[in-house]
């Protein structure tokens, strides 16, 4: 075993000799001077230990220090939220993000974060304002409620439209629709926190109109409908549409609440789409309070909406939890944008990138499959066969959880499938310097095309030359 005092050892630089150096002189300015010490710090306690351990017969040079500590140093300085290649097949993805920003969102938020705004102050009246002032007009005339109020996200609608109508008191909802979405979201626990006793109806395929009016009573607070998001029911079922619980609602006094999830503000029939409810039918069907997501079908941030009767809408704006889960300036700017490109109803499909991708035809999908093809089968070379494939593209993110979509990709089948074989190859793209995320089906690794932009197509491209270093390494 070398010794502390072995020539190998006495041969490793010292600490301050090195940052003296050049190439480390070049780290202190990229990553900073406390950053590279502790990286060397670290590295040259390895080589003691290496030598030591006689795993090493020389000590490292200062050109191969410099090297390692670059590269720890740019692995750590990467952030940890970054770009990926969103080729699961699943548009608005909850694990990577949901809904793109459009450009006028973009733009909109990077002013709101450079520039004092006038969040919550009246320019014209030089007083304090109200931050939802400056999308509630245009939340208005998009659904013909009296009121609007943003929040957080729908969760946070949700809890706020029970805790505020209903805190202590019953809330009557179909048994099937006591949903579970993801990350945990279901009705009866957030019902239990905002306060409110769940009072269950009907049977889990069938709710009729007579189980609802036999659950009103002293205590009962409002009837509420929630949108089956991310499930459905079919066979011998039947459910009370929110137009018959309005009536049973109003006939007893009560309001009537309705969880739509999505809430898209146009039909989405008129661009080829199955039809998902928009707030608007909701409010002309006689709900009182609705509530829905600004990041799935919207196209927008991360929020919620509540639209609704202006008495309620105010009760809920005066609730002292409305301040904990408000909307920041950031998203509001980008909220404000995407909601002013509904004006234009025919141009969204252009405009916003969610119904751009949505409505991406097969023909198109299928043309890029045909030129991308040869480019990743040379990339994965013996690896894999590539092959282009049909396959069925889903909206994702609760909405119309049954309806696919017409799209075509690549399947990337193993050649040698060794164990694990189509997990390594996902591997392989995930490692990709713009992680290239698939999903895996029938031991293949599948890149539906349906949500790379062609003018994406280069950084896609450009970056498979990457595959053959990790295959090398492998």
């Avoid at 952030?79 to 608005?92: A, D, I, K, Q, W």
């Avoid at 520039?115 to 998009?142: C, I, K, M, Q, T």
């Avoid at 199955?274 to 919207?298: C, I, N, Q, Y």
């Avoid at 704006?317 to 909307?327: Q, V």
């Amino acid at each position: 075993m070398l010794t502390s005092t072995s020539p190998a050892r006495r041969a490793i630089p010292a600490v301050d000799a090195l940052l003296k150096a050049p190439a480390f002189e070049a780290l202190a300015r990229d990553f900073g001077r406390p950053s590279v010490l502790a990286c060397l710090r670290q590295l040259l306690a390895e080589q003691r230990r290496r030598l030591a351990a006689e795993r090493a017969a020389t000590a490292p040079d200062e050109e191969s220090l410099a090297a390692e500590c670059g590269e720890r140093l740019a692995a750590a300085a990467r952030p940890s939220l970054r770009p990926v290649f969103n080729l699961t097949g699943t548009v608005l993805h909850t694990n990577l993000g949901r809904a793109l920003y459009p450009a006028e969102a973009v733009a909109a938020a990077t002013q709101a974060m450079l520039r004092p705004v006038n969040l919550e102050y009246d320019v014209d009246g030089a007083g304090r304002g109200e931050r939802d002032s400056h999308v509630e007009e245009r939340l208005l005339r998009l659904t013909g409620a009296e009121a609007a109020v943003v929040v957080n996200n729908n969760a946070a609608a949700v809890y706020l439209m029970l805790n505020t109508v209903a805190a202590g008191r019953e809330v009557v909802v179909s048994r099937g629709e006591l949903v579970e979405i993801g990350g945990a979201f279901r009705v009866p626990e957030i019902m239990a926190s905002a306060g409110c006793v769940l009072r269950e109806v009907g049977t889990t395929n069938r709710t009729h109109p007579r189980d609802f009016e036999s659950a009103l009573g002293e205590h009962t607070a409002a009837l509420m409908k929630v949108h089956a998001s991310n499930y459905e029911i079919r066979g011998f079922t039947a459910e009370v549409d929110a137009a018959a619980m309005a009536r049973i609602a109003h006939a007893g006094g009560l309001p009537m609440i309705e969880d739509l999830g999505c809430g898209m503000l146009v039909d989405l029939e008129d661009f080829g789409l199955p039809h998902e409810p928009t707030p608007r039918e909701a409010l002309a069907a006689g709900v009182d309070l609705v509530s829905f997501s600004g990041d799935k079908l919207l196209g927008g941030p991360q929020c919620g909406v509540i639209v609704g009767r202006k008495e309620l809408v105010a009760r809920i704006r005066r609730n002292p939890m409305k301040r904990a889960l408000r909307l920041d300036k950031v998203r509001l700017a980008a909220l404000e944008a995407v909601l002013a490109l509904y004006d234009d109803p025919q141009r969204l499909r252009a405009r916003l990138p969610t119904m751009r991708l949505l409505t991406r035809g097969h023909d198109e999908i299928a043309a890029q499959a045909t030129r991308l093809c040869a480019l990743v089968q040379d990339a994965v070379g013996s690896d894999a066969e590539v092959k282009i494939a049909d396959c069925a593209s889903q909206i994702g993110s609760g909405a119309l959880p049954v309806d696919t979509l017409p799209s075509a990709g690549l399947r990337l089948t193993p050649v040698h499938p060794r164990g694990a074989g189509v997990e390594a190859l996902a591997t392989a793209f995930r490692q990709l310097p713009v992680p290239v995320i698939g999903r895996i089906r029938n031991n293949a690794l599948w890149l539906d095309l349906r949500c790379l932009d062609a003018a994406q197509e280069a950084e896609f491209t450009g970056q498979l030359v990457h595959l053959q270093r990790l295959r090398d390494e492998a």
